[in-house]
Nanobody, 115 residues
């Protein structure tokens, strides 16, 4: 029943912006929502997360440039990415946690930043 649909990825020039969205269906209780990314040859890493009480966490590499937000009514999480760098190029995955061991992942969306 649970499905996460991501959108908003694409190709941008360095310094540009993108806004990623992840809409979840079949979710009724969310503990946290977050974005991860995985570049070729690298492990998947946490980019940003937001909890049910709106507490946020960011990777040091994106602080000041990325902003995570959510729309509880729509079960949607967003990632506003500004001042993009080539190093941000990766596949970005949405993750929603509904319990200690219950997590759901989006299909991934490609973000490519050219120099």
């Amino acid at each position: 029943q649970v499905q996460l649909v991501e959108s908003g990825g694409g190709l941008v020039q360095a310094g540009g912006s993108l806004r990623l969205s992840c809409a979840a269906s079949g979710i009724f209780s969310i503990y946290s929502m977050g974005w991860f990314r995985q570049a070729p040859g690298k492990q998947r890493e946490l980019v940003a997360a937001i909890t049910s009480d709106a507490s946020t966490n960011y990777a040091n590499s994106v602080k000041g440039r990325f902003t995570i937000s959510r729309d509880n009514a729509k079960n949607t999480v967003y990632l506003q990415m500004n001042s993009l760098k080539p190093e941000d190029t990766a596949v970005y995955y949405c993750r929603i946690r509904t319990g200690a061991y219950s997590v759901y992942w989006g299909q991934g969306t490609q973000v490519t930043v050219s120099s």
